[in-house]
């Protein structure tokens, strides 16, 4: 992890609202390819979770930033809860770095997709209505062929 985070501070990554202005970066010695969705594309929930499905199970990830009318903060997607009988993303499970860690789970908090406002809920009890505001998705750079 040391290493990541050492990459990122040498090409003046300190945060990850400074991915915005990177379509490619280096992380541990491999090329990373960075991809946006639009801004019209977030507020579109319901390709949201299409796109970031996709995403996943191309074995890609996915960081989003989400935002109240207070604070703006980061988390790791890692898994989607699907709703079979609608064919869509009903949530997103993440990791959030400020909340507490994770125990007998995989992720510390869900993010309930809704129309404008996503229900953020920390799997010790806390509850806050969120709007996704930035998309990225990262994923291993292939090399061009010879």
């Not at 009988?85 to 959030?96: E, G, V």
């Not at 129309?115 to 061009?144: D, H, I």
Request: proline share 2%; net charge neutral; glycine share 8%.
């Amino acid at each position: 992890m040391t290493s990541v985070a050492q990459s990122f501070i040498a090409q003046g990554i300190t945060h990850p609202d400074k991915l915005k202005h990177q379509s490619q970066i280096v992380v541990a010695g491999q090329s990373i390819h960075v991809q946006h969705l639009q801004h019209a594309d977030c507020e579109d929930i319901g390709k949201v979770g299409k796109v970031i499905m996709a995403s996943i199970a191309q074995g890609h990830d996915c960081i989003i930033r989400l935002s109240t009318d207070t604070q703006s903060f980061w988390g790791l997607v890692v898994g989607v809860e699907y709703e079979c009988a609608a064919h869509r993303a009903k949530a997103l499970l993440l990791l959030d770095s400020q909340e507490y860690e994770p125990w007998c789970t995989g992720h510390n908090t869900r993010l309930k997709l809704g129309r404008q406002f996503c229900a953020y809920r920390v799997l010790t009890g806390g509850y806050k209505e969120v709007q996704l505001k930035q998309v990225c998705l990262l994923s291993q750079a292939t090399a061009a062929p010879v």
